[in-house]
């Protein structure tokens, strides 16, 4: 079991930062693959920034050169670093952990198998 708590959300303006974060607890070595999802109103929810097994970061092409995904492993904490916010970034923010696969020893992080509760950001205009 994984347990994934998410803090740091927040309402800011257009062009501001905020720095979101997630503490991840429990079986984590079981789990390498820790991103970042968000899911906007009436939207599908969608990747953000993903790690897969081979330390391979993947962000949404809409986040790139704005988000920065980090880890620190010995404080078991994942975090977004988010700057030049837009409108469009609204949502609700979630980290979710994959299962690497017993047989292939790899999870490319796109299908978690953990999440957390979640923690909105808003950015108006």
């Known amino acids: 079991q994984v347990d994934l708590v998410e803090s740091g959300g927040g309402s800011v303006q257009s062009g501001g930062s905020l720095r979101l974060s997630c503490v991840v607890s429990?079986?984590?070595?079981?789990?390498?693959?820790i991103g970042w999802f968000r899911q906007a109103p009436g939207k599908d929810r969608e990747a953000v920034a993903l790690?897969?097994?081979?330390?391979?970061?993947k962000y949404a092409d809409s986040v790139k050169g704005r988000f920065t995904y980090s880890y620190d492993q010995e404080k078991k904490t994942l975090y977004l670093y988010m700057r030049d916010l837009k409108p469009e970034d609204t949502a609700m923010y979630y980290c979710?952990?994959?299962?690497?696969?017993?047989?292939?020893?790899?999870?490319?992080?796109?299908?978690?198998?953990?999440w957390g509760q979640g923690t909105q950001v808003t950015v108006s205009s």
């Open positions: 790690i897969d097994s081979d330390t391979n970061i």
């Open positions: 979710a952990a994959e299962r690497a696969d017993p047989v292939y020893d790899y999870c490319s992080g796109s299908s978690p198998n953990y």
């Open positions: 429990g079986h984590v070595y079981k789990t390498p693959c």
